[in-house]
């Protein structure tokens, strides 16, 4: 049986089934994934940039990075991909997705209960930590009026509400994430499966037992352990599967 057919099998009389998405989802959307081509920005990488180091040592250049992602980001659409994944979760009670994207697009596409590891470009939070402003607050003005944007209870320096490397995520989050490992069918979707602990989780799936399987355009260190890897662009493989089912 093709992998696809296998997935599909398992699908059909599965109650709970978790997606952990990655850049590679928002790909067809027009957003540059971390890792390949259009993921620099000035010949800086991400993981130079996405740092707290990085922002401690020049606020503006990492406002200035995140500031043309999120005019890249603004525009953007969900694809094919984010609406079956929608559907998933809006039919199916125990159908879950975890995200690692900050783009929002999997909220754009109405996906319930969505977890989000990494956080939203488009929430800032105080710098300073100060006690009057909120853990986090939207901002969705492209391009901002005063750059680097700032606190408005204190005037402190704003920065973006993502979690950045070296960051500890929400255990909140990471909780939500975990237990949902303990599915019937757990399947990473356009991530390379490098950034823990979001990484982390397909190994937690297996070991509940779950049927893994992966979506992406190329192999990657996820493909050796999952039981079946679809090769593809995830915005079709993903609508031929649910077509299926
Ligand atoms: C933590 C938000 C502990 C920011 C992101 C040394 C020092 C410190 C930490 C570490 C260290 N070594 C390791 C670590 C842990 C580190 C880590 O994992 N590093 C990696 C690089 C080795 N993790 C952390 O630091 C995490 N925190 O460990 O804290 C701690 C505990 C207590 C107290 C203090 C600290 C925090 C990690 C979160 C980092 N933030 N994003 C921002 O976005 O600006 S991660 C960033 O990478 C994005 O969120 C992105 O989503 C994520 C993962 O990348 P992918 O989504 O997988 O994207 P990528 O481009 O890599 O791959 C895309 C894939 O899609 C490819 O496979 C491609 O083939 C495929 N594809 C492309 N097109 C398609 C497709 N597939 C299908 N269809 C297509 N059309």
Known sequence: ????????????????VTVLTGAGVSAASGIPTFRGAGGLW????????ATPTAFLRDPHTVWEWY?????Q????????????????TQTRPLWRVITQN???????????????LHGSI???????????????????RVPFPEMPPRCPHCGALARPGVVWFGEALDPGDIAAA?????????IAAGTSALVYPAAGLLHRARTHGAFTAEFNTESTE???IVDVAIRGPVEVTLAELDALL
């Not at 488009?122 to 969705?140: H, K, Y």
């Open 1 to 16: 049986m093709n992998p696809r057919h296998r997935l599909a099998t398992h699908l059909t009389t599965a109650d709970s």
């Open 42 to 49: 000035r010949n800086f990488s991400a993981t130079d940039l």
């Open 67 to 71: 500031a043309w992602r999120r005019g």
């Open 73 to 88: 980001v603004a525009d953007c659409e969900p694809n094919a991909a984010h609406r079956v994944l929608a559907r998933w």
């Open 102 to 116: 900050v783009d929002d697009l999997h909220v754009k596409a109405g996906t319930r209960d969505l977890v989000r």
């Open 122 to 140: 488009f929430e800032l939070r105080c710098w300073n930590r100060c006690s009057a402003s909120p853990g986090a607050w939207r901002d969705e």
């Open 178 to 186: 975990d237990a949902l490992t303990a599915c019937d069918v757990f």
């Open 222 to 224: 996820a493909t050796e």
